[in-house]
């Protein structure tokens, strides 16, 4: 295992179907339904100094992806965000990672499902940094071009945060760490710069302004949302628009935003060095105070 620890085998509470029970003891069948046609959607939360940052834009997220995969989670917004508190408190986190997750159940091994049950979980957990580049701190992740491309959106649920849609950036992930990078850089179904494996990509022009894909192929990111909206409040200019692979020589830093990865700078793409430049840092540091201020 590589000194990991193993997450059926932990210590601590998980919220499962209406009630909280010993970590171990919240377990499924092997034969249900979004282990097998990935009818499972889930969510990724951070918690700062025992909050959670954005709780209501995931609870709310978490429903609309359930939707979109035609699952009605027999929760509310205002129910999970409540559960989620319960949740934190009762492993008496105070910063670490929140994971909900939906899914079908047993009644139905087929792609057909409308009878199965919709299941629901909360954990949580503590959690160091989600990137420690290779080449060391204060060089930035370095990103290998992926040859998996994200999806024509007719064609995958692309705004639905879906255990299923996770599946390529798993792929691509596993090679860029055989040879020896951090992550991925993604393009989309016609060649367009898209994201990482699993966040959103910004880069920074010579006149310090942003740019960053549309969210056409790939799911528009709670953080880089926050992100776009910090940079308003700090008269950065943003652009969303098309970005090509031969633009990113004319960009001058890069920095890729989530929940887990927060705010990470990138130091390089390919054979393309990056530093960690001004922009970067004020905009980590404005993120930093932001996620630590009181609700």
């Known amino acids: 295992m590589n000194g990991l620890i193993p997450f059926d085998d932990r210590d601590g509470t998980i919220w499962f179907n209406g009630k909280m029970m010993p ?12 282990l097998h046609y990935a009818s499972s959607v889930f969510e990724g939360e951070r918690v700062y100094d ?18 979109i995969l035609d699952m009605k989670l027999p929760y509310t917004a205002e129910e ?9 408190k009762a ?16 009644e139905q091994m087929a792609i057909s499902a409308q009878h199965t049950t919709i299941h629901v979980a909360i954990a949580c957990w503590e959690v160091p940094k989600y990137f420690f580049p290779k080449g060391g701190a ?8 992926s040859a998996w491309r994200r999806p024509d959106p007719t064609t995958v649920p692309v705004q639905s945060k879906a255990a299923g849609v996770y599946m390529i950036g798993t792929i691509a992930k596993h090679k860029a760490d055989r040879d020896g990078y951090d992550d991925v850089l993604m393009h989309d179904y016609k060649g367009r710069v898209a994201e990482s494996s699993g966040s959103n990509i910004f880069f920074v022009t010579k006149d310090g302004s942003l740019k960053t894909p549309e969210p056409e192929c790939f799911l528009n990111g709670i953080t880089r949302q926050t992100v776009i909206q910090m940079c ?5 200019p943003v652009e969303v628009g098309t970005i090509m692979p031969e633009d990113i020589k004319d960009f001058v830093e890069v920095f890729v935003t989530g929940t887990a990865a927060e705010i990470t700078a990138v130091g390089k793409i390919d054979d393309k060095e990056f530093p960690i430049g001004p922009v970067t840092r004020r905009i980590q540091d404005a993120y930093r105070d932001l996620v630590h201020q009181p609700s």
């Open 23 to 34: 970590w171990r003891e919240a377990k499924t069948h092997i034969l249900c339904h979004g």
């Open 50 to 67: 025992g909050r959670v940052f954005k709780l209501r834009e995931h609870s709310e997220r978490l429903i609309k992806s359930a939707e």
């Open 80 to 88: 999970l965000d409540e559960v989620t508190k319960d949740v934190v």
């Open 91 to 106: 492993n008496d986190l105070s910063y670490g990672y929140v994971r909900p997750v939906a899914w079908r159940g047993s």
């Open 138 to 145: 204060d060089k930035g992740i370095a990103l290998q071009t």
């Open 232 to 236: 308003k409040e700090m008269d950065i």
